[in-house]
């Protein structure tokens, strides 16, 4: 069994299906950090399936499938980034709520998608799979192809451009202390 998917599953393209069922949600706001966008998140996780669907039952034979998934959609987004190579484009500021905000931590959610949005997609990565994913220096370097130096680094830049654009979350490391 591998994260609630049955290891009894009648065929590999069931065992697809359920996989896909139970690991979908996962992927896609993991996809969401990464990109800042739905749409494109919805996108990066379906490319990513469709890649894997090709491999499946080599994957699933070398055991649990979720690093592979996650190294294939990490390298996907990626790609995605090398090829377009766009400017980030702005969009307008959040309007204030009037009243007390119901949902206390949608500000501080918006303000990491938009302090994360701000960063360079490798560092974007490197918080995303150290801090979201919980993986440690070794395993970020196995997912992103580099060394364990190179993650070391990016994340020291990322957390310090953080620092330098959303002043306004240095109150959250301090409510983790």
Known sequence: MYLGVPATTAT????FRDYVHARVGA???TAFLLTGDW???EDLVQQTLTKVAARWEQI???GNPDPYVRRVLYHQHVSWWRRWRREPVPVAAVPEVAGADPHALTATAIA???ALARLTPKQRAVLVLRYFEDLTETQTAQVLG???GTVKSQTRDALARLRTVAPELA???EASR
């Open 39 to 41: 749409h494109l998140a």
């Open 27 to 29: 992927l896609a706001r």
């Open 112 to 114: 990491v998608r938009q």
């Open 171 to 173: 109150d959250l490391q």
């Open 60 to 62: 699933v034979a070398a």
């Open 146 to 148: 580099v060394s364990t």
């Open 12 to 15: 590999p393209a069931d065992s």
